[in-house]
């Protein structure tokens, strides 16, 4: 292995948030990017100081100069590019989900068993401050056991790229189903999932999907635990929010209702609100600024997904720390193939579910 880690990313709207933290780095070489636009690619070039770059993605993958690829391309790219990058020796890390169907989750856990190199869904809500502080509640046992799980997501995608238009809302759930899963430490194993209202005829027609809002209760396998998700990204009032609640017998904890608020912390019917720390002191020195802050300035430039979601809790250094310590480690990442596969079919069979009236489905085994 070489002393670092070069890293080639693709997509630079919501990529070019990570280029200054690979940089900072110390296991990390930020060698090359990729966009189609060259215009936008040589002006993200020469702003971050990235030499190498590529309109091709096609092209990239077969530098041998990178080991690893992180992938920030539009939805429906996701599979066949983290299946050609595998293919070609890279470690990838994509932004979620992680494909647009279960056959395609499945082709990825293949391409990622055949390579052995390391696969990691970008999913920003398991590196959050909350879901850190709610972890440790968990880890240390003052959470003690719990006992059921809700999570929503709740967007209005207008004005986002087109491919947004009409998405069904469980295709995108891997934001509000991931953190239960990972405090439960277990896999979704069935799903039982109803679609409400309706959207606008143009949007409806783009993929099919009817629906304002899916709602879901999901069983999670080997577990006496079930958990509900709310998900909505089209012509629902609602301010954005990425939010979980977890119920257990010593404390529970409850998402704040509005943006600025604090989250609640309930002790038998005791309620305090609770100020979440700051997890920077868990990652390099050089990388610590960017749990509070974007690459950009915050006013024209700075990045949508940034702006509606608050900057991700923090997260999008402690994702990068992840995959590239998984990969100097020689370990798996969290979320691992598997994992990941699982967490982007259980919104994929969701909505299969709500298309179906409400029936059950179980979700395949990936491992």
């Known amino acids: 292995m070489r002393e670092k880690i070069r890293v080639g990313i693709a997509g630079l709207g919501f990529g070019a948030e990570f280029i200054p933290i690979y940089q900072n ?3 990390a070489e930020m060698y090359a990017i990729c966009q189609r636009n060259p215009d936008s690619l040589h002006q993200i070039g020469e702003h971050f100081g990235v030499k190498v770059r590529y309109t091709s993605f096609e092209e990239m993958i077969q530098d ?31 932004t979620v989900p992680m494909a647009t169907s279960v056959e395609d989750c499945r082709r990825i856990v293949e391409a990622q068993q055949q390579s052995g190199k390391n696969y990691m869904m970008m999913e920003t809500c398991v590196y959050t401050r909350e879901y850190l502080y709610v972890k440790h509640l968990r880890d240390t046992g003052k959470l003690g056991k719990i ?18 238009e009409g998405l069904p809302p469980m295709h995108y759930a891997t ?48 577990s006496n635990l079930a958990m509900e998700i709310t998900r909505s990204l089209f012509e629902t009032s609602r301010e954005y929010i990425e939010s979980f609640d977890v119920y257990a017998d010593r404390i529970s904890f409850e ?49 949508l997904s940034f702006k509606q979601g608050s900057g991700h809790g923090g997260s999008h250094p402690h994702l990068a720390h992840e995959f590239l310590m998984s990969i100097v480690e020689n370990r798996p990442a969290f979320p691992d193939v598997y994992t990941s596969a699982n967490w982007t079919s259980a919104g994929i069979c969701a909505h299969e579910s709500a298309m179906q009236g409400g029936e059950k489905v179980f979700l395949p085994k990936f491992r």
Not at 186 to 194: D, Q
Not at 258 to 275: H, I, K, N, Y
């Open 25 to 27: 780095h110390p296991q």
């Open 64 to 94: 041998d100069n990178i080991d690893a690829v992180h992938i920030n391309t539009p939805i429906p790219d996701h599979a066949e590019q983290s299946i050609a990058a595998l293919k070609a020796g890279k470690h990838v890390a994509c």
């Open 147 to 164: 006992q059921f799980l809700r999570g929503a997501h709740q967007q209005e995608m207008a004005g986002w790229p087109g491919y947004w």
């Open 175 to 222: 934001h509000a189903l991931s953190p239960l899963l990972a405090l439960a430490e277990r896999e979704a194993e069935y799903v039982m999932c109803l679609g409400s209202g309706q959207i606008a005829k143009e949007l409806a027609d783009k993929y099919g999907s009817p629906f304002a809002v899916e709602s879901a209760l999901f069983r999670l396998r080997d």
């Open 255 to 303: 998402w704040q209702q509005l943006e600025g608020e604090s989250p609640v912390l309930f002790v038998g019917e005791q309620a305090e609100r609770v100020r979440v720390p700051d997890y920077a002191d868990r990652l390099p020195e050089g990388i610590r600024p960017y749990t509070t802050q974007g690459v950009y300035d915050l006013t024209d430039h700075v990045h």
